[in-house]
């Protein structure tokens, strides 16, 4: 077998822009990478490394990742446990009050995320706040090692980042899983009627979805399908940061602390992804009320919980010419411009006027923007049957409106 070509990695891998790392490890799964070679690395993309390095994988899918002198990045490498997990060694311990190890896991991840939220809260003081972030950052691992298929399990890490470390205005708490599993649109498919990575993306990130179960069910005997649901969201509410990275796609979730906004993309080019799947976490250490933000999210799975049955009323068909039109894209980044928005929408179809609404340039929304926008609108137009026309919409974003239809008109 010929040698494995150069991974190209970037000079500095950071997730305020992770596509360039995304994009090399999805070129070339079977390579090699020079951790020397790096000036810049995050911890995220080191257990993203770690996983597709491990030495049991096969030769020609495996990344042969290695360090020879002792650069920053080498150091850092080493210090966090990467060599010991790559060569499938015990984690070596943790730098004092600063990380959770790089390291394999197949089961029993609720003792790794008691560690993890420790890490993030270590005042007994606020155990009732710990034991809240535990909780979902269990349902986090549970979610990935549960559906990745990968025979290997999973690699997890973590880091508590002080404030003035790069871009970080707060201290911060970095959570990362991997595995080069089957990636959730397969996972997905099995119950689930998704065609793109995209949508399947979409559709993971929304409460009692989960490919172990059918949609419109709740749970299976061992998972609720809540994993991914519980993390974006607590990002949106305080204000962090989530990647979600699989075969074939990329979704983005940042957070602009100052505005009290958040917004999802899809990293471009289209196809960014991660040979199985790789979700990073980040949230911001200042002290909060998370048991509260939990009972917030609860009621939010039961507000978008679909009935049994469902009606539709949004319309994919070209409107009638005298349609008036809107384009959504205008209020993306405002929650609060999306609101207003909405009622606008609501305010002419329960005057029994048609709308028609374009949502061209948007790979995908977020399920909170798409309900500040619309589902008031939806359930009022379907009582005064004033047609609501969706135009130039993505598989994501049909998606989320077939799924805003599911709970609006139950």
Not at 1 to 28: E, Q
Not at 220 to 239: C, D, Q, V
Request: charged share 25%.
């Amino acid at each position: 077998m010929s040698d494995p070509p150069d991974l190209g990695l970037p000079s500095r891998i950071v997730l305020n822009d992770p596509s360039p790392f995304l994009s090399a490890v999805t070129a070339s799964p079977w390579s090699h990478a020079n951790l020397d070679e790096l000036e810049t690395v995050d911890m995220w993309a080191l257990v993203a490394l770690c996983a597709l390095a491990r030495h049991e994988r096969s030769e020609d899918a495996r990344c042969d990742v290695y360090h020879r002198s002792g650069s920053a990045a080498a150091r850092f490498a080493h210090a966090v446990g990467f060599d010991a997990a790559r060569d499938g060694r015990e984690p070596p311990r943790s730098e004092v009050e600063r990380t959770v190890p790089i390291q394999r896991v197949t089961f029993g991840q609720a003792r790794v995320a008691e560690r993890i939220a420790r890490l993030a809260v270590p005042s007994d003081d606020e155990s009732e706040s710990r034991d809240a972030l535990a909780y979902v950052i269990d349902e986090l691992l549970r979610n990935v090692i549960q559906h990745s298929g990968d025979p290997l399990g999973a690699v997890v890490g973590a880091q508590r980042m002080a404030a003035g470390r790069g871009d970080y205005t707060r201290d911060t708490v970095q959570v990362i899983v991997a595995d080069t599993g089957r990636g959730i649109l397969e996972s997905l498919r099995r119950f689930h009627n998704v065609e793109t990575a995209q949508a399947a993306l979409e559709k993971a990130i929304r409460p009692h979805i989960s490919g172990t179960f059918p949609e419109g069910q709740t749970g299976s005997l061992n998972n609720a399908g809540l994993g991914l649901f519980f993390t974006s969201e607590m990002a949106k509410l305080t204000a962090g940061r989530f990647l979600l990275a699989t075969r074939g796609a990329s979704l983005l979730l940042t957070s602009d602390d100052a505005a009290g906004t958040h917004r999802a993309q899809l990293l471009s080019p289209s196809g960014t992804g991660f040979p199985g799947t790789l979700a990073v976490f980040e949230l911001p250490l200042e002290v909060v009320d998370r048991d509260a933000l939990l009972d917030v999210i609860r009621n939010r799975v039961d507000e978008r919980t679909p009935g049994p049955g469902t009606r539709r009323w949004l319309s994919y068909a070209p409107p009638p010419p005298d349609t008036e039109h809107l384009s959504v894209r205008e209020c993306l980044d405002d929650p609060g411009t999306a609101v207003a928005f909405g009622e606008r929408v609501r305010v002419l179809v329960a005057a029994g006027r048609p709308v028609a609404l374009d949502f061209r340039d948007m790979g995908i929304a977020t399920q909170s923007f798409l309900h500040a926008l619309l589902f008031q609108a939806v359930r009022v137009g379907w009582a005064m049957g004033a047609p609501i026309h969706v135009i130039d919409a993505s598989s994501a974003v049909r998606s989320g409106l077939d799924y805003l239809e599911s709970y609006a008109l139950k």
